[in-house]
């Protein structure tokens, strides 16, 4: 999980670097990199550019299908309630997180996504190099201050 890990925090290094928050995302398919993302808010002047969103529509074009089952995303930030919702809509079977978010995470944090998932069955891993997500979110929002 740690190696897959590793390429969502390159891609939220990427937003960090272009002055957006920073979060990354990587979607696998038997056990191959499909798709990866970056938060691109700020630049598409697009509330609804996270890097979940951005990643799952790539993969959904790679595979040319709206349904992701099997496929794996890892995310360095525990998702947000839209990105939950798509998550769930894509039909994606793992879900792999660094932090969690208390003001808008909807895995853990401000609702328990398997009180509304419904027949859906999503693997959930949390706190995965959650040390490395949380310095770039620190290091973030200490320079915007």
Do not use: W
């Not at 939220?12 to 993302?37: M, Q, S, T, W, Y």
């Not at 529509?57 to 794996?72: D, H, M, Y």
């Not at 890892?74 to 894509?90: D, H, Q, R």
Request: aromatic fraction near 6%.
């Amino acid at each position: 999980m740690q190696k897959k890990m590793q390429i969502a925090l390159k891609e939220a290094r990427k937003a960090f670097e272009a002055g957006e928050v920073p979060v990354g995302a990587a979607i696998f398919k038997d056990g191959i990199l499909i798709a990866h993302a970056h938060n691109r808010c700020e630049k598409k002047k697009d509330a609804l550019a996270h890097a979940e969103m951005l990643v799952i529509t790539q993969a959904q074009q790679v595979l040319k299908s709206s349904r992701l089952t099997g496929c794996e995303l890892y995310v360095t930030v525990e998702p947000c309630l839209m990105c939950a919702g798509a998550i769930i809509a894509s039909r994606i079977s793992r879900l792999v997180y660094g932090i969690e978010e208390p003001k808008m995470g909807c895995i853990y944090s401000k609702m328990f996504l398997y009180d509304v998932i419904g027949q859906h069955r999503l693997e959930i891993y949390g706190s995965i190099l959650a040390e490395e997500s949380k310095r770039l979110m620190q290091a973030f929002f200490s320079n915007k201050r």
